[in-house]
Antibody, heavy 122, light 110 residues
Framework: ELQLVESGGGLVQPGRSLRLSCAASGFTFGDYAMHWVRQAPGKGLEWVSGISWNSANIGYADSVKGRFTISRDNAKNFMYLQMNSLRAEDTALYYC???????????????WGKGTTVTVSS | QSALTQPPSASGSPGQSVTISCTGTSSDVGGYKYVSWYQHHPGKAPKLMIYEVSTRPSGVPDRFSGSKSGNTASLTVSGLQAEDEADYYCSSYAGSSKEVFGGGTKLTVL
């Protein structure tokens, strides 16, 4: 069974850092692009970042560029999101999602995790 | 990088058809064939319903169809069923390795 499990969320003060992890199983992780998508309370989905199968192609939403860093370890079947200089507006449920193909674009996301909650508050 | 524009809500009775629009610009929807649609039931993981404007992944009923004209993409749900009630999001490639979602449309089955 294809599965994505996010972890690392929690309560953090503004300006601090947090690293999210996404553990993949049930498919050949290194064959697909991966993405982070978030949903703030009461708001819609927002694409955060994506990484191609070999990490050669990486993209960020303007709202997080320069503060967040996406990475992956194909040997361990993990993807990460390092979040620095966190702001209140980063508070959201963060989803890990599998790309439908290896490269990006296109950024079609066909398997999603259940998400991990990040709350930025003093 | 602005969100794509979707109507906040849409509705229809069982058996009817409803179309949800998604308006962007020539820098996203109008510039690429990489438009997708997601169904999101609150509390669950989003589900890919349409990709590459009009292609349905395996397992998605053919009641769901997609199209695009210029800077506007559309999702049509035919033969509405109670389980179709959900939030629907369009998404498009926006260049420079970026993706942008629409604001979402809450579909109500009356």
């Amino acid at each position: 069974e294809l599965q994505l499990v996010e972890s690392g969320g929690g309560l953090v003060q503004p300006g601090r850092s947090l690293r999210l992890s996404c553990a993949a199983s049930g498919f050949t992780f290194g064959d697909y692009a991966m993405h982070w998508v978030r949903q703030a309370p009461g708001k819609g989905l927002e694409w955060v970042s994506g990484i191609s199968w070999n990490s050669a192609n990486i993209g960020y939403a303007d709202s997080v560029k320069g503060r967040f860093t996406i990475s992956r370890d194909n040997a361990k079947n993990f993807m990460y999101l390092q979040m620095n200089s966190l702001r209140a507006e980063d508070t959201a449920l963060y989803y890990c999602a599998k790309g439908r193909v290896a490269h990006q674009p296109p950024n079609y996301m066909d398997v999603w995790g259940k998400g991990t909650t990040v709350t930025v508050s003093s | 990088q602005s969100a794509l524009t979707q109507p906040p809500s849409a509705s229809g009775s069982p058996g009817q058809s409803v179309t949800i629009s998604c308006t962007g610009t020539s820098s996203d929807v109008g510039g690429y064939k990489y438009v997708s649609w997601y169904q999101h039931h609150p509390g669950k993981a989003p589900k890919l319903m349409i990709y590459e404007v009009s292609t349905r992944p395996s397992g998605v009923p053919d009641r769901f169809s997609g199209s695009k004209s210029g800077n506007t993409a559309s999702l049509t749900v035919s033969g509405l069923q109670a389980e179709d009630e959900a939030d629907y999001y369009c998404s498009s490639y926006a260049g420079s390795s970026k993706e942008v979602f629409g604001g979402g449309t809450k579909l109500t089955v009356l």
